[in-house]
C-alpha cells in the first residue's frame, strides 16, 4: 500500500491545543499547588511530562501498522478487560473522590476506564467491518456487539463511574448509528437506554443530589450545588474579552480543583467569549479534520476506527462544556487535551495519532 504524508493540519492543532491546556493547568492550578505543595508548577511539571510522551506516542500510533491493530484488537479488548476487573479489588485499585477507578502508581494514577475506551473502539471498527452485511439485522449484528459493551459498561459503573461509561456508551452508539442499523432500534435503545440512566440515578443517592443541584443549584449552595454555582460565578465575570490571564477569582479556594473537570470555567473567566470561541473552535476543526479522513478512507477498518476516535473526543468535549455551563448535571467527564490528567491527555493523543495514520493512507 502506497502511503502518503499525515495530516499536519490535525497534527499542529493538537499541539498547540495541548500547549494552551497546559498553561491554563498552570494558570488555574497555581495557587491550591502553592499552598498543598510549596510549589506552584507541581501540576504543570507532571501533566508537561505526559504531553512530552504523548508526542512520542502519538507519532508511535501514526506510524503502527493498522492492520496489526485490527489482527489484535480482541487481545487488546481483553486486556482493557482485565484492567477493569482489577481495578475493582481492594488494595489493587485505588479509590478518588469516591471511585475505585484508578491504579496508584507513585504519585500518578492510571485510569484503565480511559484504556477501554480506545479499545472498544478498535474492536468495535473491527466488528462492523467485518459484518457489513449482518447489521441491518438486529440479532446478527447489533445484539452482539451491544452484549460486548454493556459488559464493559457494567464493569466501569460499578467503579462508579457514570461520566465516562456515559461517553464510551454515546461514542460507540454514534459509530454503530453509522453502520447501517435500522433507525427504528435506535429509537427503542434510547427509550430502554433513558429507563436505564433513570434507575442508575435512582439506586444512587449522590446521583439523585446531582439532579436536584441541576435543576435548581441554589437549594443546597454550600453542598451538592457548590460546585457548579461557582463556576456559574467563574464564566459570568468573563464578558467579551475575560479579566486577563492569570486573573481568575474562583481559583482562588472557591472552585474546587479548577484543573480538572472545570478547567473550561477558569479559561471562559480568563479569556471571556473570545476564549470559549477559541476553543470551541478548536474542537470543531480537530473534529472536521478527523471525520474529513475518515469520509476519504476506502478501507472500512479505518473508516470506522477514524470516525469512532472521533465521535469520542467530540462527545466527551460536549459533555464536558455541557456540564460547566450548566446544561447538564455533573458527570465527571474531563476537557481533552485541557482537563489535568496523564491517562486522558495519552488515550486522547493517542487517538489523534491513529487517526493521522489513516491519514497517510
Given at each position: 500500500m502506497k502511503y502518503k504524508k499525515m495530516d499536519?493540519?490535525?497534527?499542529?492543532?493538537?499541539?498547540?491545543?495541548?500547549?494552551?491546556?497546559?498553561?491554563?493547568?498552570?494558570?488555574?492550578?497555581?495557587i491550591w499547588a502553592e499552598f498543598k505543595y510549596q510549589d506552584a508548577f507541581k501540576y504543570v511539571k507532571q501533566q508537561g511530562l505526559f504531553f512530552i510522551i504523548g508526542i512520542f506516542v502519538m507519532l508511535f500510533a501514526s506510524k503502527i501498522h493498522l492492520d496489526f491493530l485490527k489482527k489484535k484488537a480482541n487481545l487488546i479488548l481483553g486486556f482493557c478487560f482485565l484492567l477493569l476487573v482489577l481495578v475493582l479489588i481492594p488494595g489493587i485499585g485505588s479509590i478518588r473522590n469516591g471511585s475505585r477507578s484508578w491504579f496508584g502508581i507513585g504519585g500518578l494514577g492510571i485510569q484503565p476506564s480511559e484504556f477501554a475506551k480506545l479499545g472498544l473502539i478498535i474492536f468495535t471498527a473491527?466488528?462492523?467491518?467485518?459484518?457489513?452485511?449482518?447489521?441491518?439485522?438486529?440479532?446478527?449484528?447489533?445484539?452482539?456487539?451491544?452484549?460486548?459493551?454493556?459488559i464493559f459498561f457494567l464493569l466501569i459503573m460499578l467503579e462508579p463511574d457514570f461520566g465516562t461509561a456515559m461517553v464510551m456508551a454515546l461514542t460507540l452508539i454514534a459509530l454503530i448509528f453509522i453502520s447501517g442499523l435500522p433507525f427504528s432500534f435506535f429509537i427503542k435503545l434510547g427509550i430502554?437506554?433513558?429507563g436505564g440512566i433513570v434507575a442508575l440515578i435512582i439506586a444512587a443517592p449522590y446521583r439523585m443530589a446531582r439532579i436536584v443541584s441541576f435543576l435548581n443549584p441554589w437549594s443546597d449552595p454550600l453542598g451538592s450545588g457548590y460546585q457548579i454555582i461557582q463556576s456559574l460565578y467563574a464564566i459570568g465575570p468573563g464578558g467579551l474579552l475575560g479579566q486577563g490571564f492569570l486573573n481568575s477569582r474562583q481559583k482562588h479556594f472557591y472552585l474546587p480543583e479548577p484543573q480538572t473537570d472545570f478547567i473550561f470555567s477558569i479559561i471562559s473567566e480568563e479569556f471571556g467569549f473570545l476564549g470559549v470561541l477559541i476553543v470551541c473552535g478548536f474542537f470543531f476543526f480537530i473534529f472536521y479534520r478527523m471525520v474529513r479522513i475518515a469520509l476519504r478512507s476506502s478501507d472500512l477498518f479505518c473508516k470506522y476506527l477514524a470516525f469512532g476516535l472521533a465521535f469520542g473526543i467530540l462527545i466527551q468535549a460536549s459533555l464536558n462544556l455541557a456540564v460547566v455551563v450548566g446544561l447538564i448535571p455533573v458527570t465527571g467527564v474531563t476537557?481533552?487535551?485541557?482537563?489535568?490528567?496523564?491517562?486522558?491527555?495519552?488515550?486522547?493523543?493517542?487517538?489523534v495519532g491513529?487517526?493521522?495514520?489513516?491519514?497517510?493512507?
Open positions: 499536519y493540519l490535525l497534527f499542529i492543532s493538537v499541539i498547540i491545543i495541548c500547549i494552551f491546556g497546559i498553561i491554563m493547568i498552570y494558570s488555574a492550578s497555581s473491527k466488528y462492523l467491518a467485518h459484518n457489513k452485511r449482518n447489521m441491518s439485522d438486529v440479532k446478527k449484528g447489533a445484539i452482539p456487539i451491544f452484549l460486548v459493551i454493556g430502554l437506554g433513558l476537557l481533552p487535551f485541557f482537563s489535568y490528567g496523564g491517562s486522558s491527555l495519552l488515550m486522547s493523543m493517542i487517538s491513529l487517526v493521522l495514520n489513516v491519514s497517510r493512507k
